[in-house]
Each structure stands twice: as structure tokens, then as C-alpha cells.
């Protein structure tokens, strides 16, 4: 069977690829104008599909980002207050050497006295160390304060839980610190234990026992110290990691949606050439005919 070939197919033909021609010209235009190779879903689905998968882990890695630098400010906050107590310990050692010392005017003992009631009050203002408005020795309770003084007895108000902060994909890690292990509470805390000492220089008795007390208490708050200086290298790992992460996702993302905009420039003007010659091949191709007329 032979096929006939008249103007209407060829005129039908043409059409047909001058509309592809066009189709063409306007989807890369699209892409110049948008600087992305995906304007719709229908563009690429398997590209979509990454670029969804892509934009949610670099909006998980935004949040861990944020969850550390909470941490940070929460772990140096705790290390600066614990660095601080353990100055005051060291400085209420000595006090404690010379009030042990033998031929002590009274005089003396109550001055030494009067400097460690002053240090007891620094050694609660680092007690009650905050961090944006809460206390980092309380834990997740909302006092305002961690330890308070009532009645000569020294009262820690925080809760048992710790605050934590998920700062990447494992478990989540303890920003504050527990003030009643750090400090102590009631009876068997550092406060009462420097009013005791206060008290019996100013009575003029032996404090030699207080000793072993202090350095008790201050191995102690060495060992909490340490605690969280491992948990804030910790912390400070995950944002390194945290940043190369930053790096790796945006350049997955950009793999995926972003355009070689060279490469689309130069696409683009061969379709426009190429819809330019179709349009010049068609209109000699289809000249008018005196049929044409007589219809």
C-alpha cells in the first residue's frame, strides 16, 4: 500500500515539530530564568525524590547545628563556674592550713573566719550560676535558683534529671551539672561544711579534721569537672562534624538541582538555531499552492 503525501500531512508534520521546537526552547528557557534543573516534580521524579531526602537531612543537620551551639553555651558556662570553685577550694584550703596553725591570736582566727563566710557566699553565686535564665547546677527544674539557704541549712532545689541536647544522630548529651553531687546538700554540703569550719575558729577549737573534709569535697568537684569537660569535647567534635556535614549535603543538593548554566546558555541557543531552520525549511517547504486558494 502506498502512502499518500499530501500539504495537509506535510503541513501537519511541520506543525508537530515546530510545537516539539518550542516545547524545547521553552523548558530551557525555564531553566535559565529558575538557575534549577528541577521547576516540577514531572521534571525528574527520581530527582525529586533526592532532592526531598537531601533538603531534610540538611534540615536535620540546621537543628543539630543549633542544638550544639545551645551546648556550647551551656557546657562553658558550667566549666567557667566549676573552674571558679575550685579556686575558691583551693583558697579555702589554705585558709584552713592557717587557721590550723598553732599560736593564732583570736583576732586572726576571727578574721580568717570572716573571709570564709565571704567565700561560702562566692561559692553559692557559682552554685547558681545561669545560662539564659536558667540554672546550671538544677537540672531541668525551673527555680531560679539551685541552692538556697534556709535556716542555716542549705537546700539544692534541682531536679534528678539532667538537660540534654541531641547534638547529632546518637544520644542525646547532659549540658548542666548535677549541683547536689557537685556541691553537696543539706548537712553534707561545701557550704555547711565552710560554716563549720568558721564557726569552730571563731571558738577557738581545733579544725585540723576539717581538712580531710575539704580535699573530700574538692576531689570531688574535680571529678565533676572532668565529667564535663569530656561531655563539651564531645560536644565540640560533633560541630566539626556538624560543619564537614554542612559542606557534604549542599554539594549533594547542588548536584542534584542546580543547573551547569553554561552548558543550558549553550543548549539553548543551538534550540533556538534549530527552531530558527525549522521555521525557515517549513515555510519554503510549504509554499502556497493555487489549491490552497480555491478551498
Known amino acids: 500500500m502506498i502512502t499518500r503525501t499530501t500539504n495537509q500531512t506535510l503541513a501537519r508534520s511541520a506543525q508537530q515539530n515546530l510545537q516539539a521546537n518550542m516545547s524545547r526552547m521553552a523548558k530551557l528557557q525555564e531553566q535559565v530564568s529558575s538557575s534549577t ?11 525529586t525524590a533526592d532532592a526531598l531526602k537531601v533538603r531534610a537531612e540538611i534540615r536535620a543537620n540546621a537543628q543539630y547545628s543549633s542544638n550544639i551551639n545551645d551546648a556550647d ?24 592550713l592557717r587557721g590550723a596553725s598553732a599560736g593564732l591570736s583570736p583576732a586572726n582566727r576571727d578574721a580568717v573566719a570572716t573571709e570564709l563566710e565571704g567565700l561560702k557566699q562566692d561559692l553559692l553565686k557559682e552554685a547558681n550560676t545561669t545560662f539564659a535564665g ?3 547546677f538544677a537540672g531541668n527544674s525551673d527555680a531560679k535558683s539551685a541552692f538556697t539557704e534556709e535556716n542555716g541549712a542549705y537546700v539544692h ?59 573530700a569535697r574538692a576531689n570531688t568537684i ?15 567534635k560533633a560541630r566539626d562534624t556538624n560543619l564537614e556535614q554542612t559542606v ?19 543548549d539553548l541557543k543551538l534550540q533556538e538555531l534549530s527552531y530558527q531552520t525549522a521555521l525557515s525549511v517549513t515555510a519554503r517547504a510549504l509554499q502556497p499552492t493555487l489549491m490552497d486558494f480555491l478551498r
Open 248 to 266: 557534604s549535603l549542599e554539594a549533594r543538593r547542588s548536584g542534584i538541582e542546580d543547573l551547569d548554566t553554561a552548558k543550558v546558555i549553550l
Open 134 to 136: 536558667r540554672s546550671v
Open 37 to 47: 534543573a528541577i521547576t516540577r516534580p514531572s521534571d525528574n521524579p527520581a530527582g
Open 73 to 96: 553555651g551551656w557546657l562553658t558556662t558550667v566549666d567557667s563556674a566549676l573552674d571558679n570553685t575550685t579556686d575558691l577550694m583551693r583558697r579555702i584550703k589554705d585558709l584552713a
Open 222 to 236: 574535680l571529678s565533676r569537672h572532668t565529667e564535663v569537660g569530656v561531655r563539651h569535647a564531645a560536644v565540640l
Open 157 to 215: 532545689s534541682g531536679s534528678g534529671a539532667g538537660v540534654t541536647r541531641r547534638v547529632d544522630g546518637g544520644a542525646p548529651v547532659r549540658v548542666d551539672a548535677d549541683g547536689s553531687a557537685v556541691f553537696g546538700s543539706g548537712a553534707g554540703s561545701v557550704f555547711a561544711l565552710v560554716d563549720s569550719l568558721a564557726a569552730d575558729l571563731r571558738l577557738g577549737a581545733d579544725v585540723t579534721g576539717h581538712l580531710a573534709s575539704i580535699d
